[in-house]
């Protein structure tokens, strides 16, 4: 058979349907092939390449239509290039005729014989042809949303991955076929805080594998953050009760105290990382508990919304309620709580008030620093410096 291999001429496509290594296979195997001239150089492909592999080089594009049997492309085939097409021709190429009638028309008076890559589906019913062009496609997608998250593009000025001190921009994938794993897959190597939202818990799983733990995996559902903090009333109604009155002002007293009530019937996945944040201490607090447990309970605020959350504990503290938190953000620490255990080697080596613990020697010890409290005029609490020991 006699394949020929035209230049793309659609406009800001620079790819080529066949390599020199595609060459090389159908020679081998008794086929005769035609590339035009400059076929390959928009992939940096010179002519010389296919010439070594066994093809010969045709000057145009009328001369490669004019001799092959099968024409190879990229993209589909543009008006002038349809005008070319014979019904002795078998076209092979990207076509995706859904928003183009008139192609579709032209194709069909061609006579042609057409074959879409994208149609050509293998014994397990996979798309073998356009996955390659979806894993493209998401792996772009990643790349230019961060490129236009910067501020001389009109962006918000945010870096995907973060940097040391700041928290990791959130990226939310909806779906999880081929397009949003390679989405995914950048996103990750970007170091930002990712989601996939899918609703196959068969693909979840499989993407969790795949993503070994580096991203988050989410059943995609109408979930909103008032539905997250009702959740917390699960150990007063029971699986099967519905909310009474007592539970809903529980939720929008929750929903209140932590400043999220205005995300009330805003979806999850809508939602930064502080607002997750703040909606996960809303469920805390919806449920009552006389002790709340919490791991670095600011991590991803920001300075308004870490204020907010610790006079948000200082009102539930004066309740009844016993807080107890893990802070590394000693100063932090310090202003806030009335009691202060310090950890180090697996034992707790020495606790009581904030200002008293943070003078020991043990405290110094544990972090290998030099403490130095400074009163503050105002203030009950020294501002602390913190300074390697020599």
């Given at each position: 058979?006699?394949?020929?291999?035209?230049?793309?001429?659609?406009?800001?496509?620079?790819?080529?349907?066949?390599?020199?290594?595609?060459?090389?296979?159908?020679?081998?195997?008794?086929?005769?092939?035609?590339?035009?001239?400059?076929?390959?150089?928009?992939?940096?492909?010179?002519?010389?390449?296919?010439?070594?592999?066994?093809?010969?080089?045709?000057?145009?594009?009328?001369?490669?239509?004019?001799?092959?049997?099968?024409?190879?492309?990229?993209?589909?085939?543009?008006?002038?290039?349809?005008?070319?097409?014979?019904?002795?021709?078998?076209?092979?190429?990207?076509?995706?005729?859904?928003?183009?009638?008139?192609?579709?028309?032209?194709?069909?008076?061609?006579?042609?014989?057409?074959?879409?890559?994208?149609?050509?589906?293998?014994?397990?019913?996979?798309?073998?042809?356009?996955?390659?062009?979806?894993?493209?496609?998401?792996?772009?997608?990643?790349?230019?949303?961060?490129?236009?998250?910067?501020?001389?593009?009109?962006?918000?000025?945010?870096?995907?991955?973060?940097?040391?001190?700041?928290?990791?921009?959130?990226?939310?994938?909806?779906?999880?076929?081929?397009?949003?794993?390679?989405?995914?897959?950048?996103?990750?190597?970007?170091?930002?805080?990712?989601?996939?939202?899918?609703?196959?818990?068969?693909?979840?799983?499989?993407?969790?594998?795949?993503?070994?733990?580096?991203?988050?995996?989410?059943?995609?559902?109408?979930?909103?953050?008032?539905?997250?903090?009702?959740?917390?009333?699960?150990?007063?109604?029971?699986?099967?009760?519905?909310?009474?009155?007592?539970?809903?002002?529980?939720?929008?007293?929750?929903?209140?105290?932590?400043?999220?009530?205005?995300?009330?019937?805003?979806?999850?996945?809508?939602?930064?990382?502080?607002?997750?944040?703040?909606?996960?201490?809303?469920?805390?607090?919806?449920?009552?508990?006389?002790?709340?447990?919490?791991?670095?309970?600011?991590?991803?605020?920001?300075?308004?919304?870490?204020?907010?959350?610790?006079?948000?504990?200082?009102?539930?503290?004066?309740?009844?309620?016993?807080?107890?938190?893990?802070?590394?953000?000693?100063?932090?620490a310090a202003a806030w709580a009335q009691r202060m255990?310090?950890?180090?080697?697996?034992?707790?080596?020495?606790?009581g008030p904030p200002d008293a613990v943070l003078a020991?020697?043990?405290?110094?010890?544990?972090?290998?620093?030099?403490?130095?409290?400074?009163?503050?005029?105002?203030?009950?609490?020294?501002?602390?410096?913190?300074?390697?020991?020599?």
């Open positions: 058979m006699k394949v020929g291999v035209p230049t793309e001429i659609k406009t800001d496509e620079y790819r080529v349907s066949l390599t020199p290594a595609g060459v090389r296979e159908l020679v081998e195997h008794g086929h005769d092939v035609i590339i035009q001239s400059g076929a390959g150089v928009g992939s940096t492909i010179p002519d010389e390449e296919y010439t070594a592999q066994g093809a010969r080089i045709a000057p145009d594009a009328e001369s490669v239509f004019e001799e092959a049997e099968m024409v190879l492309g990229v993209k589909e085939p543009q008006p002038q290039e349809v005008a070319m097409l014979r019904p002795d021709h078998l076209l092979f190429t990207y076509l995706h005729l859904a928003p183009a009638p008139d192609l579709t028309k032209g194709l069909v008076e061609s006579g042609a014989t057409c074959v879409a890559y994208e149609t050509v589906v293998d014994d397990q019913g996979r798309l073998p042809l356009l996955a390659p062009m979806s894993e493209v496609a998401g792996k772009i997608a990643t790349q230019a949303g961060a490129f236009f998250l910067e501020r001389p593009l009109g962006g918000r000025g945010v870096l995907l991955g973060g940097v040391p001190g700041v928290a990791a921009a959130t990226v939310m994938i909806i779906g999880g076929g081929v397009v949003g794993q390679n989405a995914a897959f950048i996103a990750i190597g970007m170091e930002a805080d990712v989601f996939v939202y899918d609703r196959s818990i068969d693909r979840l799983r499989e993407l969790d594998v795949a993503f070994g733990g580096r991203a988050s995996t989410v059943y995609s559902s109408t979930l909103a953050v008032e539905d997250r903090v009702a959740l917390g009333r699960y150990p007063h109604r029971g699986p099967f009760r519905p909310l009474l009155d007592e539970d809903k002002a529980a939720v929008q007293l929750a929903l209140e105290r932590t400043g999220i009530a205005p995300l009330a019937r805003r979806w999850l996945g809508t939602l930064s990382a502080g607002e997750r944040q703040l909606a996960t201490l809303a469920r805390g607090l919806a449920q009552e508990p006389r002790v709340l447990l919490l791991d670095e309970p600011a991590a991803h605020l920001d300075i308004g919304h870490q204020l907010r959350l610790f006079r948000v504990l200082d009102e539930v503290r004066v309740t009844g309620v016993a807080v107890l938190a893990v802070v590394h953000d000693l100063q932090r255990v310090l950890l180090a080697d697996g034992r707790v080596a020495t606790d020991s020697e043990e405290c110094a010890r544990a972090f290998d620093v030099a403490i130095r409290g400074h009163a503050v005029p105002g203030s009950p609490h020294p501002l602390y410096n913190f300074e390697e020991r020599p």
